[in-house]
């Protein structure tokens, strides 16, 4: 069974930290592109953050630039977003993503996300 467990999410002041992790299982984590979408109360999915399968590779929406990385750690099957300077607008639920393309078929697989809210 496919599963991608999102945790670290919580309550932070602004200018706060906090590190999301996804831990994958069920698939080959490391033929993956992974990514970080997340959704804002009452918006639509933003796409946040993307690592090729091999981690050697990130890029980041304009938003987040600067402020967020995002890693994985293959052993582990997992996958991590550092968020520093956290500001109210980064106030959504973060969704884990995996996607892999085959000559025949698209893989897509989603986790439950975890609720990140930035706050004084």
């Known amino acids: 069974e496919v599963q991608l467990v999102e945790s670290g999410g919580g309550l932070v002041q602004p200018g706060g930290s906090l590190r999301l992790s996804c831990a994958a299982s069920?698939?080959?984590?490391?033929?993956?592109?992974m990514s970080w979408v997340r959704q804002a109360p009452g918006k639509g999915l933003e796409w946040v953050s993307a690592?090729?399968?091999?981690?050697?590779?990130?890029s980041y929406a304009d938003s987040v630039k600067g402020r967020f990385t995002i890693s994985r750690d293959n052993a582990k099957n997992t996958l991590y977003l550092q968020m520093n300077s956290l500001k109210p607008e980064d106030t959504a639920v973060y969704y884990c993503?995996?996607?892999?393309?085959?000559?025949?078929?698209?893989?897509?697989?989603w986790g439950q996300g975890t609720q990140v809210t930035v706050s004084s």
């Open positions: 069920g698939f080959t984590f490391t033929s993956y592109y």
């Open positions: 993503n995996a996607h892999w393309i085959t000559l025949t078929r698209t893989y897509d697989y």
């Open positions: 690592s090729n399968s091999g981690g050697g590779s990130t």
